[in-house]
């Protein structure tokens, strides 16, 4: 697992079990040093599974709860497309690992295709990275 993979790993499982919609789970894990800290621990936590990261990242905000119903089912597809998409937002506007998940959730993209029912989880990584481009040039 390379480190987009990781942190996009844990910001859609967290938004499944939470709950939360994932670009709510990515603005609290920027706030909250949550990207710094997976990155600074890479080398340990690349190898760990989805269910420890996610009892770590709970010890760390101190919220043990999960939800009993979830409206955040997609998280697998949006798991599998976005570290690409990621990985070229990153290359082409130079930003750090943090700034590209942060910037990308933030946008408007990254709002619409943190929800099930927009259906963007279907997109591939050119349209999304194309729906980002033309939202910010």
Request: net charge negative.
């Amino acid at each position: 697992m390379n480190q987009f993979e990781l942190l996009v790993c844990c910001v859609e499982n967290y938004s499944h079990i939470k709950n939360v919609s994932s670009d709510k789970v990515a603005h609290s894990f920027y706030e909250k040093g949550i990207f710094q800290l997976l990155l600074e621990g890479y080398n340990v936590y690349c190898g760990m599974d989805e269910d420890f990261l996610i009892g770590m990242i709970d010890g760390y905000v101190e919220n043990t709860t999960d939800a009993e119903q979830n409206d955040y089912n997609k998280h697998k597809e949006r798991q599998s497309v976005l570290p690409k998409v990621l990985k070229e937002i990153a290359k082409q506007y130079h930003m750090t690992k943090i700034e590209t998940i942060k910037a990308f959730y933030a946008s408007k993209t990254g709002q619409c295709f943190a929800q099930d029912d927009t259906q963007y989880y279907n997109k591939t990584a050119e349209e999304l990275i194309d729906c980002y481009k033309k939202e910010i040039e």
